[in-house]
């Protein structure tokens, strides 16, 4: 009756103010507001990164993690999507061990030897 009716109100008017107290907690909303910007960023750099043009072939997002390579010859390669941030998109091809990252102007493959990344000859392209 009466008890639980204000018990409820007390329960409500705690929570209600444990909210303001988190979200005033400038360590959690940095934090929200960083997950947020991120996410938006990463949205809009998705948006944008479906179709990368090369020399002689193109590359395509067909889904979430999945892309493909078209070469003017006729070939085409599958890659999975290793991760991506805002300077390029990171890609794996499992036939080939092949590792390639897709950046604004060029495209680089890793070697494993060297331990680094590097163009190859007409890996310069653009996402389109």
């Given at each position: 009756?009466?008890?639980?009716?204000?018990?409820?109100?007390?329960?409500?008017?705690?929570?209600?103010?444990?909210?303001?107290?988190?979200?005033?907690?400038?360590?959690?909303?940095?934090?929200?507001?960083?997950?947020?910007?991120?996410?938006?960023?990463?949205?809009?750099?998705?948006?944008?990164?479906?179709?990368?043009?090369?020399?002689?072939?193109?590359?395509?997002?067909?889904?979430?993690?999945?892309?493909?390579?078209?070469?003017?010859?006729?070939?085409?390669?599958?890659?999975?999507?290793?991760?991506?941030?805002?300077?390029?998109?990171?890609?794996?091809d499992d036939s080939r061990q092949l590792k390639l990252r897709l950046y604004k102007?060029?495209?680089?493959?890793?070697?494993?030897?060297?331990?680094q990344w590097r163009a190859w000859r007409g890996s310069e392209g653009s996402w389109?």
């Amino acid at each position: 009756g009466i008890a639980s009716s204000r018990l409820e109100k007390r329960r409500f008017a705690s929570a209600k103010l444990n909210q303001r107290l988190w979200w005033t907690r400038p360590d959690c909303a940095h934090a929200i507001i960083g997950e947020l910007l991120n996410q938006l960023i990463r949205t809009d750099v998705l948006n944008r990164r479906k179709f990368f043009q090369i020399e002689n072939s193109a590359f395509e997002r067909l889904e979430a993690g999945k892309w493909t390579e078209k070469s003017r010859d006729g070939r085409e390669f599958r890659f999975r999507e290793l991760g991506e941030n805002k300077d390029f998109v990171e890609l794996f091809d499992d036939s080939r061990q092949l590792k390639l990252r897709l950046y604004k102007n060029v495209g680089k493959i890793y070697n494993e030897q060297e331990r680094q990344w590097r163009a190859w000859r007409g890996s310069e392209g653009s996402w389109k």
